[in-house]
């Protein structure tokens, strides 16, 4: 089975090429036999949670895993006959201190395996930190807090927020798909600096629609808005019907209060 992930920034190949990400396919992956696993794209990959990493730490982990890219290249280059495969081979018995046959020094040499498993360590430690978490976790503890994680992130999406990898293109009404669209951009400000809202929106059947148009509403205005004026940007919406929205958006730190309403 083929999954292609397409994404342009090397951050996500340093998350997903972690021995954090590893654990987590292994145990939700498939098994095609022989201890053979099978990395199911709706199991490893969607529900995986990603870290909240900073800029610094993003930086850091698209940085390792360039090296890791360009290194594997350059010596599969080198040596055509080189494969993947054989390489990690090699890798894993380093890792785990293993006596190494005359192939695997042959492939050790051609590949630099210990250069790539210095190159994995580092992005193990990079995106353990940005996780918030020690590097040196067992493996079942690693798998707990990612499903606890995972749990606390279906949460946030029953409230409405998302956290897109692709935003501009996964969002529903991301800017760059309106843009793409020719449509106009909910909330423009006019010449004169004065906001210009939309037509009343059709108001989402489901709470999670509900929760996640609301939070928009309020993310995009130029200015704090008060219940009032978010129940009017909706068609035949009661602020009374609003304000609990508004409390557990602010709950989740999804949204804040001022004096003048609610900002994003």
Same mark, same amino acid.
């Given at each position: ?124 430690? *990079?995106?353990? !930190?940005?996780?918030?978490?020690? =590097?040196?976790? $067992?493996?079942?503890?690693? &798998? @707990?807090? /990612?499903?606890? #994680? ?81 129940? *009017?940007?909706? !068609?035949?919406?009661?602020?009374? =019907?609003?304000? $609990?929205?508004?409390?557990? &958006? @602010?709950? /989740?730190?999804? #949204? ?9």
């Amino acid at each position: 089975m083929l999954v292609a992930i397409a994404l342009d920034d090397a951050y996500h190949l340093g998350i997903l090429s972690s021995q954090i990400h590893v654990v987590w396919a292994l145990a939700a992956g498939g098994d095609l036999g022989g201890n053979t696993p099978r990395y199911n794209k709706t199991r490893c990959f969607d529900p995986f949670p990603f870290p909240n990493a900073t800029p610094a730490q993003q930086a850091r982990l698209r940085q390792l895993a360039e090296q890791l890219d360009a290194h594997r290249k350059r010596q599969q280059a080198q040596h055509p006959t080189l494969t993947l495969t054989d390489l990690y081979n090699v890798v894993e018995k380093l890792r785990g201190s293993e006596a190494l046959t005359a192939k695997d020094q042959t492939i050790n040499q051609q590949g630099l395996a210990s250069v790539v498993l210095s190159l994995h360590q580092q992005l193990h430690t *990079a995106v353990a !930190e940005a996780y918030g978490w020690q =590097n040196d976790l $067992p493996e079942s503890e690693i &798998l @707990t807090r /990612l499903v606890r #994680l995972n749990h606390e992130r279906a949460a946030e999406e029953l409230a409405g927020h998302i956290r897109y990898l692709r935003p501009d293109y996964q969002q529903p009404g991301g800017a760059a798909v309106q843009q793409q669209l020719g449509l106009a951009l909910p909330n423009a400000v006019s010449a004169e600096g004065v906001a210009t809202p939309d037509a009343p929106r059709e108001w989402p059947k489901e709470l999670a629609g509900q929760m996640q148009a609301v939070r928009d509403v309020v993310q995009q205005a130029p200015q704090p808005l008060t219940t009032a004026q978010v129940a *009017a940007r909706f !068609e035949k919406l009661k602020p009374d =019907n609003v304000q $609990p929205l508004l409390d557990t &958006l @602010t709950a /989740l730190a999804l #949204l804040r209060t001022t004096e003048q309403g609610y900002v994003g």
